[in-house]
Every structure is written in C-alpha cells, then in structure tokens.
C-alpha cells in the first residue's frame, strides 16, 4: 500500500516549452502532495504544497507562474514547467500525504521525473 | 529557524558500524526522519522518532535527544549497497517536510 507514481519518469526538451509531470497517488487518497526539487548533489528543496481542490502554496522564492501545480482530485496532482529554461533542469520529486504507517511515516514519495531542457 | 545540520560526507569500512548526526534548531519540532537516496532514485523513509530514546530497525537505528536537539542514524554491519545520501528531516506547519542538506556515504572494501 501507499504507492506513489510519477510519469513520465524522464523528460527531454526544448528550451521554451512547456511539461507536464504528473504525481499518482495509486491506493489511497491524498488531500495534500508536496513537489520537490533536486539539483545534483544537493538536497531536496520544497517547492509548493499542493491541496486538493484549492490553490497551491509556493515557497519562498518559487515562481507561481513558472511552475503551476493544479491538484484536481485527491488521487492526481501536476506539475507544469512553463517555459522551461536550462537552468529548470532538475530532478523533480512529489510526495502524498496518507495515513501514518509502521515507524511514523506519513509522505509517500513518487520515484522522481528528471528533466533536461536543451 | 527549523534548519538541520548534518555532516556532508561521511567513510566507513564495508561490516563496520558508521553514525550520521544531525543537529536541529527547536523552533516548532514534531520530530525526527531519515530518508536513504541512491544516486538516481527518489528518497526511501528509514525511520522517524517523535520521542527521546533509540528506534531500531534490523541494521538501522534512530536515536533522538530533545533536549540536545540532536538525534543520529546508526547503521551497523555496513554493505557496499548501503553507499547513499542519507537525510534528516523534519515536518513544520502543515506537514510539510524539510530535509537536512544530505549526508553522502561512503563505504570502503
């Protein structure tokens, strides 16, 4: 139980458009998933907080605009990269928040989309 | 503040025992996790104390002190597929988690 997917799980492509990541929450339902960055060799930085059926936060010093995140069901959220850049290039990682398991965990984390715009 | 600091590299021996630190400002702390990471792979919960005292989960043990605002990841019998980052982290309002920068392992034949 408890399983998160990610898809696609890697993704090329140009500078200037647009990706979509998407983050499954596959046996349970979540009203709150969280999208993470991470550079390589560095740690995982919050981006936003995503509740279903409402607006998204965004940490500090992330772009709302640049990164829009809509979580239409409590099964599914995205992630969408508009125009994307090199410097967006990352590795990008959501998590679902479900019920605590043995040993006190409660955020399920997907396998994790790499990106590289050209 | 709600940072964590833990060493970024640590060496160890393959069957050795190794210990990560991981110090945290107190500011709003429900509690202590720690996540694995191989290279290319999302992280994979290990561990999480709430409490003061030792977790132990087969080679892998958690240990937190409140009052020291400190806790450490304990493996034991280390094997070569034991070479990762491994993070502290914290959840803060909302429940969202915050890692430490990452402690990268690495483990000698």
């Known amino acids: 139980g408890a399983v998160v997917s990610q898809h696609p799980s890697w993704v090329i492509c140009k500078s200037g458009t647009s990706v979509k990541i998407e983050c499954r929450s596959l046996d349970f339902q979540a009203t709150t998933m969280f999208w993470y960055r991470q550079f390589p060799k560095q740690s995982l930085m919050l981006m936003a907080t995503s509740n279903e059926g409402s607006k998204a936060t965004y940490e500090q010093g992330v772009e709302k605009d640049k990164f829009l995140i809509n979580h239409a069901s409590l099964t599914l959220s995205t992630l969408t990269v508009t125009s994307a850049h090199p410097e967006d290039s990352s590795f990008y990682i959501c998590?679902?928040?479900?019920?605590?398991?043995?040993?006190?965990?409660?955020?399920?984390f997907g396998p994790g989309t790499r990106l590289l715009v050209l | 503040g709600q940072s964590l600091e833990q060493p970024s590299e640590v060496t160890a021996v393959e069957g050795a025992i190794v210990q990560i630190n991981c110090t945290y400002q107190t500011s709003g702390f429900y509690g202590l996790s720690w996540y694995q990471q191989h290279d290319g792979g999302a992280p994979t919960f290990l561990s999480y104390?709430?409490?003061?005292g030792l977790e132990e989960t087969g080679r892998f043990s958690s240990f937190l002190s409140r009052s020291d605002s400190y806790g450490y990841l304990l493996l034991q019998e280390l094997q070569m597929k034991d070479s990762a980052s491994y993070f502290c982290a914290r959840k803060v309002g909302d429940d969202k988690i915050i890692f430490g920068k990452g402690t990268r392992l690495h483990i000698l034949p």
């Open positions: 998590s679902a928040d479900g019920l605590a398991a043995r040993g006190g965990e409660t955020q399920y």
């Open positions: 104390n709430a409490l003061d």
